[in-house]
C-alpha cells in the first residue's frame, strides 16, 4: 500500500472510530433515557396498584363490619356513600346466599346474579373470619347501568360485597410506555389483571433488547406486579428531532476527526517538520564525493554533501536545503556536519595530511558572521587536512562585512571556493577582492559540453580569469572522459564528478581511497 493510500486509510478509519463510538455513546445515553422513562411508568403503575388495594380495603373492610344481611336501602346508602369517593371503583354489588341481589348503579336486581369462579383466592391475611378475597378479570363488562359501555373490569369480592375496579383509571394517567401489564402472582401461577395480557411472559420468557423493558413489584402488596415495554422504535419516533441532530453532530465530529488526523498526518510527515526533527534525530548524515587532479588522476580532496533519511524516507538536498534556510537553521546544521565529517574523516589514516576537505556554506551565515566561529574550532583549525569552505555566489558576499569574515578565515588557514560559478548572482569585480582560493564551474557548463552549447564555450573565458587572478579550478558534473578531456585541454585543474565516484557514505569512501594511489 502506497505512503498517500495509508494516510487516507487512517484518517478515513479514525472518522469512522470516532462516529461509531460517538453513535454507542449516543446509544448508551439513549438508552438510560429510556430505561429511566420505563422504571417510571412501571413505579407509577405500581403506586396505581397500591392505592388500588388501599381503596379496596378502605371500602369492603367497613361495608363487611356493618353486617347487613339484607338489601336494605340503609346498606345501600352505606354502598354509595363508599363508592363516592373512589377513584378506581366504579360500581358496588352485594351478595345474599352467593347471589348478588343489588348495586350501587341499579339498585334491587329483579333477578339476582350468580356468583361466577373467581380467577384466584388471595388469603386475606388482615381478617381473621372467612373474608378471602376472590378476584375475576373481565375483559368486556358491561356494567348494569351503563349496558352500552364496555368496560375491562378487576371485579374483586369479599365478604357479602364485590367492587368493580376499572382499569381505565391506570391508563387514563401520564404514562408514556405503549405496553405494560398488571399480574397477581401467586406460587407459580400468574393472573392477568390490566393492560396487555401476556407481555409479563414475554418479557420473562425471551431475551430482551436491552433498556426497553421494566418488571417491578409491589413491596406493600405480595404479587402485584407490573411489566413495562417501550419499543426503541418508539422512542426514537417520539425523539426524532433529537435523534437526528445527534447524528448529524456524530457524524461532523466524525468527519472532523478524519480531517484533524489527515492534517495532522500530513503535518508530521511535511519536509518542514521532517526537517526540523531530523536536526536532533540523527536523520541526516554526511557523503564523500572525490576530487580529483585532472593531470595527474589522482584523488586530491573530497566534497562532503549531506543527505537525509528518516522513517518516511530518503529528503535530496534540493527539498531540504530551502527548509534548513526558511527556518534559519543554517548554523546549527553547519556545526553539526563539521563536528560529524571531521570524526569520520580524522579516523580514516589512509587520508594523507594536506587532503582538501569542501564543506558548503550558507552564505546567510557569512553575512551574519557565524562563519568567524569557524576559527575557534580547534577541530578544524588543527585538523591535518586543507579545510575549503565551498560558498555560492551571492549577493551577501557583496558586503565588506563579508569581506571582513573571508579574510579572518583565510588568515587562519582556510581555503575559499567560489561555488556554483557562472549561475545565479555574479559580480566578477568580487573575484579578485574576496580572497578566495578556488572557483568552481557548475555543472551545467560540463553538461553543455557534449552539445557544444553557449556555456560550453565560456569555459575558455572563465579560465582565463582564473589564471589572471591566479585560482585553482574545480569542474563539477564530470561524468565521461569527452568531458573530462575537454576540460583538461582547457587547463581545468581538478575534476569531481559521477565519472570519478558518487557521493559515498564513510565506509565505501574509505574502500574507495584504499584503492587510489593518493
Ligand atoms: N550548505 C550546504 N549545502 C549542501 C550540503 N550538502 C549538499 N548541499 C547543497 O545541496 C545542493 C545539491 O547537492 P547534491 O544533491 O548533493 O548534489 C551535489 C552532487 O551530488 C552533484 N553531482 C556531483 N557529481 C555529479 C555528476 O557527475 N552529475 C550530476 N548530475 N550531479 C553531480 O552535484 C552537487 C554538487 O554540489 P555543489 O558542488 O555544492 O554545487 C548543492 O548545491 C550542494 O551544495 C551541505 O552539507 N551544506
Known amino acids: 500500500m502506497k505512503k498517500y493510500q ?130 375475576r378479570f373481565e375483559p368486556k363488562l358491561k356494567i348494569l347501568l351503563f349496558e352500552e359501555r364496555i368496560m375491562q373490569v378487576v371485579i374483586v369480592r369479599q365478604g357479602n360485597y364485590n367492587l368493580i375496579m376499572d382499569t381505565a383509571a391506570i391508563s387514563r394517567s401520564n404514562i408514556a410506555a405503549p405496553y405494560w401489564e398488571i399480574t397477581y402472582k401467586t406460587g407459580s401461577d400468574s393472573f ?170 550558507f552564505p546567510c551565515d557569512v553575512e551574519l558572521g557565524n562563519v568567524s566561529l569557524l576559527t575557534q574550532e580547534p577541530a578544524l583549525i588543527n585538523s591535518r587536512f586543507i579545510i575549503c569552505l565551498e560558498i555560492t555566489e551571492d549577493e551577501y558576499l557583496d558586503t565588506s562585512i563579508a569581506h571582513a569574515h573571508f579574510r579572518t578565515l583565510v588568515d587562519s588557514g582556510f581555503n575559499l571556493s567560489l561555488d556554483d560559478f557562472g549561475t545565479g548572482y555574479s559580480n566578477l569585480r568580487n573575484l579578485q577582492n574576496l580572497s578566495f582560493h578556488q572557483l568552481k564551474i557548475d555543472r551545467t557548463f560540463v553538461q553543455d559540453i557534449a552539445t557544444q552549447g553557449l556555456k560550453a564555450s565560456m569555459i575558455p573565458n572563465i579560465m582565463e580569469l582564473v589564471r589572471k587572478f591566479n585560482y585553482t579550478c574545480v569542474a563539477e558534473g564530470i561524468e565521461t572522459t569527452e568531458q573530462e578531456a575537454m576540460l583538461k585541454s582547457a587547463g581545468v585543474h581538478y575534476g569531481q564528478g559521477w565519472k570519478y565516484g558518487r557521493p559515498m557514505k564513510v565506509d565505501k569512501f574509505k574502500r574507495y581511497i584504499a584503492q587510489q594511489t593518493l
Open 6 to 135: 495509508q494516510k487516507s486509510l487512517i484518517a478515513v478509519l479514525t472518522g469512522v472510530l470516532v462516529f461509531v463510538v460517538g453513535s454507542l455513546v449516543l446509544l448508551y445515553f439513549a438508552g438510560h433515557k429510556l430505561a429511566a422513562a420505563i422504571q417510571k411508568d412501571a413505579k407509577q403503575i405500581v403506586n396505581h396498584i397500591d392505592a388500588a388495594v388501599s381503596e379496596r380495603r378502605q371500602i369492603l373492610f367497613p361495608l363487611n363490619a356493618l353486617n347487613f344481611s339484607e338489601c336494605s336501602d340503609e346498606n345501600l346508602l352505606e354502598m354509595r356513600r363508599a363508592l363516592f369517593d373512589a377513584k378506581y371503583v366504579v360500581d358496588i354489588g352485594f351478595f345474599k346466599n352467593n347471589q348478588l341481589v343489588c348495586t350501587t348503579g341499579s339498585g334491587v336486581l329483579k333477578t339476582p346474579i350468580n356468583d361466577r369462579t373467581p380467577d384466584y383466592i388471595r388469603n386475606n391475611l388482615e381478617s381473621k373470619n372467612d373474608n378471602n378475597i376472590r378476584v
Open 192 to 361: 392477568h389483571l390490566a393492560g396487555k395480557s401476556g407481555l409479563s411472559k414475554e418479557l420473562a420468557s425471551h431475551k430482551q433488547i436491552p433498556f426497553e423493558t421494566a418488571l417491578m413489584c409491589s413491596d406493600k402488596n405480595t404479587g402485584y406486579c407490573v411489566a413495562v415495554r417501550t419499543p426503541w422504535s418508539e422512542f426514537f419516533a417520539d425523539n426524532q428531532f433529537l435523534l437526528i441532530i445527534s447524528l448529524i453532530l456524530t457524524c461532523l465530529t466524525g468527519v472532523s476527526s478524519a480531517l484533524i488526523v489527515d492534517y495532522q498526518i500530513a503535518a508530521r510527515r511535511s519536509t518542514n517538520n521532517r526537517v526540523r526533527k531530523g536536526l536532533t534525530k540523527g536523520s541526516f548524515y554526511w557523503t564523500y564525493q572525490p576530487i580529483i587532479c585532472l593531470h595527474t588522476g589522482k584523488v586530491i580532496g573530497c566534497e562532503v554533501l549531506a543527505r537525509f533519511e528518516d522513517k518516511y524516507g530518503p529528503l535530496y538536498p534540493d527539498e531540504f536545503i530551502p527548509v534548513i534556510r526558511k527556518n534559519n537553521l543554517t548554523w546549527s546544521f553547519t556545526q553539526a556536519m563539521v563536528a560529524k565529517v571531521l570524526k569520520e574523516l580524522t579516523e580514516l589514516d589512509d587520508l594523507p595530511t594536506g587532503f582538501k576537505v569542501s564543506i558548503n556554506i
